[in-house]
């Protein structure tokens, strides 16, 4: 079967930190733009963060630059985005998207959320709470 899987969500006080990673089964990520989306209770789904698929080129939206890294280790077929400094406001369901081609990358710079749904896989999210 074909999927991502998040982890490593959870709740955490204010200024703490969280890593939540993304692993690949059934397929290889070598080859693909990895994005992470939060979605806030009532909000639209918003990009993050990406890297792409060729030396390790990332990504941030300006909220979390400074805050947030993105890295992948393809051995173990996955992507983790480490999360220091949390704020309330971080809180939201993380998924991360797997998208095969550059194009991706362009997109997510760009802050293209409208163009998420063409993603090739999604996970099914991990809760990220931050408060005291």
């Known amino acids: 079967q074909l999927q991502l899987v998040e982890s490593g969500g959870g709740l955490v006080q204010p200024g703490g930190s969280l890593t939540p990673s993304c692993a690949a089964s059934g397929f290889s990520l070598d080859d693909y733009v990895i994005e992470w989306f939060l979605q806030a209770p009532g909000k639209e789904r918003e990009g993050v963060s990406c890297i792409s698929s060729s030396a390790g080129g990332t990504h941030y939206r300006d909220s979390v630059k400074g805050r947030f890294t993105i890295s992948r280790d393809n051995a173990k077929n996955t992507v983790y985005l480490q999360m220091n400094s949390l704020k309330p406001e971080d809180t939201a369901v993380y998924y991360c998207?797997?998208?095969?081609?550059?194009?991706?990358?362009?997109?997510?710079?760009?802050?293209?959320?409208?163009?998420?749904?063409?993603?090739?896989?999604w996970g099914q999210g991990t809760q990220v709470t931050v408060s005291s």
């Open positions: 998207a797997a998208g095969l081609g550059l194009r991706f990358f362009r997109l997510c710079q760009l802050g293209a959320d409208s163009a998420a749904h063409e993603y090739d896989y």
